[in-house]
């Protein structure tokens, strides 16, 4: 089999640094019982790379990531002015008891 490079791994990750921790998060996986993706019997981390320079692995990036329904944001901000409301009654209810306490007093 011919040897793994870093060069064949960054042709699917965008940087050095990005395919240190995505190689290490695979290590670690196969580590835990996960099963290789690629045919080989090399130590783990080479089973990783090799993953990865072959594209079963890859990179997760923020884009990757499903869209946020547009109501959620509304029904965040409609909450949290429904907690600033209820907080403002509660804080009006005590003043309200101080100052009839203090009417009461001598």
């Known amino acids: 089999m011919a040897r793994i490079t870093v060069e064949d791994c960054l ?11 995505l190689a290490a998060k695979r290590v670690r996986q196969l580590r835990n019982g996960a099963e290789p993706l690629v045919v080989c019997k090399n130590k783990d981390i080479v089973v990783a790379l090799r993953e990865i320079a072959a594209g079963e ?6 884009s990757d990531a499903l869209p946020m329904p547009e109501e959620a944001p509304e029904l965040m901000i409609e909450e949290s002015l429904a907690d600033v409301d209820t907080e403002s009654e509660e804080i009006q209810a005590v003043e309200d008891t101080e100052k009839e306490t203090k009417e009461e007093l001598p």
Do not use: M
Request: proline share 0%.
């Open 11 to 21: 042709e699917k990750v965008d940087n050095r640094f990005g395919l240190i921790h």
């Open 57 to 62: 692995v890859r990179q997760w990036k923020e």
